[in-house]
Every structure is written in structure tokens, then in C-alpha cells.
């Protein structure tokens, strides 16, 4: 008799929780912003910053992770302090000719060519004209840093390409190039 009771009992028990569930309805969600979040306009007005600015500015005085300052400004004043002042900080073991004509080859050969003589691909092709071949400027690694890192007249800068020791191994290989004309 007792497993009757048993068994009655667990059928009621399941018809009970069977019928509570409704298939049409979504179970109950902890956290609905979680699952429905509410859609932004991408540059919309927003109270989640100060006077109602689209972004946040970064805090004064800080830089970007990674990034070295460079203590050149950029202009005709700041590149001639760079020519007659800066030198390279690698030491004679981190030069790397290898590397430093591999990244030549890769951001300056299309236009200054392989020889360093301003007669590149690009340039005979008559997409640029009057790249300067190295032979007739007077330049120092200091110099070349500053237009590597700054650009100069077409020359658009390569420091997003180039982290610091790059454009250092690119200025000596371009000093290897100049005394080899």
C-alpha cells in the first residue's frame, strides 16, 4: 500500500511541475540587461560622461602604452637640432645590418631604390618626382631618424610602422648606403 502512496505521490509531484511550464514563455532571466541590452547610437549624447561628451579624454599628462617621447619637435628647427645633436642609442651589438636593409626593402627602397640614388620604382614610374638620391644631401643618422619619424616634404612618416629601433637600424642602413655611393 505504501508504494501506491509512493507512487501516486511522485505522479502528482511531476503533473504539478510539468504543469507549470510554459513552452511559449521564456524561463526567468537574472540580469535581463545581460541578455537584452539597451542599443547605443554609436556618437550619441550620453549622460555616462561629463557635460554630456561623447568621449572620454584621457587623463592630462599621460601617454600611450609603448610610446617613447621624442624630444624633437617637427620642423625645419627641430630637424636641424636632430642633424647636428641626436645619435643613435643602439649599441654596436643591437645593429643589425641585415634587419635594417630587410626593413629598407620594405618601407624606402620603393621610392629612394635599392642603391639609396632616389631612383625607385615609384619614381620611374613618374608617381613621385624629385626624390632626393643620398649621395647629394649631407645627412646624419640624427636627420634621417627625425624625417623617418617625422616625414618630410612627400615623405609621409613611418613611426606607426616603425617602432624606435627600427628607424634607428633604417638610419644606419642608410648611412651604409650614402657612403657606398
Known amino acids: 500500500m505504501k508504494s501506491v502512496y509512493k507512487i501516486t505521490l511522485l505522479f502528482g509531484i511531476t503533473i504539478l511541475v510539468s504543469s507549470c511550464h510554459n513552452t511559449s514563455a521564456p524561463n526567468y532571466q537574472y540580469f535581463p540587461n545581460m541578455y537584452e541590452s539597451v542599443g547605443y547610437e554609436t556618437y550619441s549624447e550620453s549622460n555616462a560622461f ?17 610610446f617613447e617621447p621624442f624630444d ?11 642633424k647636428a645633436n641626436l645619435k643613435s642609442p643602439l649599441a654596436v651589438e ?9 626593413l629598407y626593402d620594405i618601407y624606402c627602397m620603393t621610392c629612394h631604390g635599392s642603391a ?18 643620398y649621395a647629394d644631401r649631407v645627412i646624419t643618422e640624427g636627420s634621417i631618424y627625425h624625417v623617418v619619424t617625422y ?26 648606403l650614402k657612403s657606398e655611393l
Request: glycine residues 14%; neutral net charge.
Open 94 to 102: 643591437d645593429r643589425n645590418p641585415e634587419k635594417g636593409k630587410e
Open 50 to 66: 561629463k557635460d554630456g561628451k561623447e568621449a572620454q579624454l584621457p587623463a592630462e599628462g599621460s601617454i600611450n602604452r609603448g
Open 151 to 176: 616625414g618630410l616634404n612627400s615623405m609621409g612618416s613611418h613611426s606607426n610602422q616603425l617602432n624606435p629601433q627600427e628607424r634607428w637600424l633604417v638610419a644606419d642602413y642608410v648611412l651604409k
Open 116 to 133: 639609396g640614388n632616389g631612383k625607385g620604382k615609384l619614381v620611374e614610374r613618374e608617381k613621385f618626382l624629385g626624390v632626393p638620391s
Open 72 to 82: 624633437y619637435e617637427n620642423s625645419t628647427a627641430g630637424y636641424e637640432l636632430a
